[in-house]
């Protein structure tokens, strides 16, 4: 096999200092190079079937397919037939687009985070497939979102990212709709980590959190690490411990007073993770920031 080609998103870009673009392909070729690239996209599969190759296997395309690829998640495409592929390219650091509803969603965790993570597990049989009516509206957004990116009209960016917004949004309600085909697990763990994001500072444990879920704490510990690549405990440890980093870097809040708004029980224990974490005390580490900023 070749070499792995790498794209970058200085091949896709549109607009100068606009992290959004679209694609589409077209059954042009009959395979592709195996390729990575350093900005996310969204795939969707508007017509045709063809076969989606990884390093860990190969996968059939259907109508309707929608998942996520992340930067350097390499891929590959064979036995195209009438493939129309919408890609949906953005760097997700820089996108300029408030998603401070869409984070605080299951489905955002689900179609973001969950099913790309579970991909090479399940065998890509959890992701997303839209029904007719709901892939002729993806294609309208994502087609909506390529003239704004072309004609360039007035207030062209904002309209982009309102679609944009538009597409993520119903993404992840369909994720989370009863009759998804998300997979029943990654819903429930996609609730349990939504809950963890938005109370990691609260009293929380494994039974409390598959009791949140309705699940065993036997099944959600083990679906959790299969999904997370951790323990439920880890993962909430790991939250409480960024937020006592920005907390760190960006006030003057006394250590006591952040161990309490990140859920550690005192400031010794908080001390204790961070140094084992950090490489550094949390004292050190704020006053290395702080002459950093100088």
Aim: aromatic residues 10%.
């Amino acid at each position: 096999m070749p070499p792995e080609k790498i794209y970058k998103w200085d091949q896709y870009r549109r607009v100068e200092n606009l992290p959004l673009a679209v694609h589409i392909m077209r059954d042009d070729k009959t395979n592709t190079q195996l390729h990575s690239h350093d900005f996310t996209e969204l795939l969707l599969v508007g017509s045709g079937t063809g076969s989606y190759l990884t390093p860990d296997g190969e996968y059939q395309l259907e109508q309707g397919d929608i998942f996520l690829l992340a930067p350097g998640q390499s891929h590959a495409f064979a036995n195209q037939h009438h493939l129309l592929v919408y890609n949906v390219l953005f760097q997700r650091e820089a996108l300029e687009l408030n998603l401070h509803d869409l984070t605080n969603s299951p489905g955002y965790h689900l179609f973001f985070h969950l099913e790309p993570h579970t991909r090479r597990n399940n065998q890509f049989q959890q992701h997303l497939r839209l029904d007719s009516a709901q892939l002729l509206r993806a294609q309208e957004l994502i087609g909506s979102i390529d003239r704004e990116l072309t004609v360039r009209s007035e207030c062209f960016q904002l309209a982009a990212y309102s679609l944009l917004g538009e597409l993520f949004v119903m993404i992840c309600r369909l994720c989370m709709a009863p009759a998804g085909n998300s997979g029943n697990e990654l819903q429930q763990i996609a609730r349990a980590v939504n809950y963890m994001n938005s109370n990691f500072a609260g009293n929380l444990d494994r039974a409390k959190l598959a009791r949140l879920v309705n699940m065993s704490e036997s099944s959600f510990f083990r679906h959790f690490k299969r999904a997370m690549e951790c323990s439920p405990m880890e993962y909430l440890q790991n939250l409480r411990l960024n937020e006592a980093e920005k907390l760190l870097r960006h006030t003057e809040m006394p250590l006591a007073l952040i161990a309490e708004k990140c859920g550690f029980y005192d400031s010794n224990y908080l001390g204790l993770l961070f140094r084992k974490r950090y490489q550094i005390t949390p004292y050190r580490f704020r006053k290395l920031f702080r002459q950093a900023d100088k």
